[in-house]
T-cell receptor, first 110, second 110 residues
C-alpha cells in the first residue's frame, strides 16, 4: 500500500519562506494534497495537484511535484505566525481513501 | 460553500454510556467519511459511505456503529467505549477527488 513520509518539524522566522517536504511510494496516486490543521481544529484543504502537473501556484502557496523521485513539496512565501500549524500531505486516486503522511509541525518565530 | 459541520464539539462519556456524533454537509457530496485522530498523529480512516451505502469499514470495533440516514447526514453511534477511544473524530465529504473535513468532535471516554 501507499506510504507517505514527512519530516516532523520545521521552524522558520516570520517573513521567510517555508518548504515542507513529502515523499510517497505509490506512483499510482492521481491526486496529491496539502492539508493544514491548527490546534484543536479539523483539517483545512489548502491545495492539491494532479499527478500530471509539475507545479501549481496559489497566492503564497507553491506546490512542486517531482514524479521521478516521488517527491512533493509545499512552499509558503512570506510565512506568517498564522501559518503555524501541522501540515499533512496526502494522496489518493479519485474516490479512494486518502493516505496521509505523519504531518509536519511548522513553527513560525516572530 | 465547502462547509462540513459536526456536533457536538466536545463530548465526555462514561464507558457504559451511549452517545452519537453527527455530521452534516449541504454540498451535494455523495461520499462521506469518519476518521479517528489521536494526538500528534494523522487521521485514520474508519468508515466510508458512498451514495448512502457503507462501502469501507476499516476493521473498526462494533462499539462504533455508523449510520447514513440521508445524503446530507452521517452519524456515528457510540456504545461501551474504552478510554483508548478518546480522540478527535473527524467527518469528511467528497464529490470527486477533493475531501473536505469538518472541525471534529473531541471525545473523552472516562
Amino acid at each position: 500500500g501507499e506510504d507517505v513520509e514527512q519530516s516532523l518539524f520545521l521552524s522558520v522566522r516570520e517573513g521567510d519562506s517555508s518548504v515542507i517536504n513529502c515523499t510517497y511510494t505509490d506512483s499510482s496516486s492521481t491526486y496529491l494534497y496539502w492539508y493544514k490543521q491548527e490546534p484543536g481544529a479539523g483539517l483545512q484543504l489548502l491545495t492539491y495537484i494532479f499527478s500530471n502537473m509539475d507545479m501549481k501556484q496559489d497566492q503564497r502557496l507553491t506546490v512542486l511535484l517531482n514524479k521521478k523521485d516521488k517527491h512533493l513539496s509545499l512552499r509558503i512565501a512570506d510565512t506568517q505566525t498564522g501559518d503555524s500549524a501541522i501540515y499533512f500531505c496526502a494522496g489518493n486516486s479519485g474516490n479512494t481513501p486518502l493516505v496521509f503522511g505523519k504531518g509536519t509541525r511548522l513553527s513560525v518565530i516572530a | 460553500d465547502t462547509e462540513v459541520t459536526q456536533t457536538p464539539k466536545h463530548l465526555v462519556m462514561g464507558m457504559t454510556n451511549k452517545k452519537s456524533l453527527k455530521c452534516e454537509q449541504h454540498m451535494g457530496h455523495r461520499a462521506m467519511y469518519w476518521y479517528k485522530q489521536k494526538a500528534k498523529k494523522p487521521p485514520e480512516l474508519m468508515f466510508v459511505y458512498s451514495y448512502e451505502k457503507l462501502s469501507i469499514n476499516e476493521s473498526v470495533p462494533s462499539r462504533f456503529s455508523p449510520e447514513c440516514p440521508n445524503s446530507s447526514l452521517l452519524n456515528l453511534h457510540l456504545h461501551a467505549l474504552q478510554p483508548e477511544d478518546s480522540a478527535l473524530y473527524l467527518c469528511a465529504s467528497s464529490q470527486g477527488f477533493e475531501q473536505y473535513f469538518g472541525p471534529g468532535t473531541r471525545l473523552t471516554v472516562t
